[in-house]
């Protein structure tokens, strides 16, 4: 796995926010149990950008496959409507 390094601008707030979970266990708690990565109690800023962009990143999946199982219940459920319209209704055949 190759390493790049890539520029990232930044706000005040995105700085205020790196610092916080450098600072504050409460911040480096969330975005552990975020990112899934553990951080320590005196993380790098650069540890803590790679942490904030892999909590970004599982959001980013985990929106992509809710809305995929959305598509894919909306395509069973029109298509068991589907199958049922052309079944015969189990009292047709009563006499």
Do not use: C, N
């Amino acid at each position: 796995m190759k390493t790049v390094r890539k520029p990232l601008p930044m706000s005040s707030t995105d700085l205020t926010l790196v610092q916080s979970v450098r600072e504050d266990p409460a911040y480096r708690e969330a975005l552990a149990a975020a990112s899934g990565r553990s951080l320590g109690d005196h993380p790098s800023e650069a540890s803590v950008l790679r942490a904030i962009f892999e909590a970004g990143a599982a959001s980013v999946r985990e929106h992509v496959e809710a809305v995929g199982y959305a598509e894919l219940g909306a395509q069973r459920g029109t298509e068991s409507r589907r199958i049922a319209r052309r079944r015969r209704p189990a009292w047709a055949d009563e006499d």
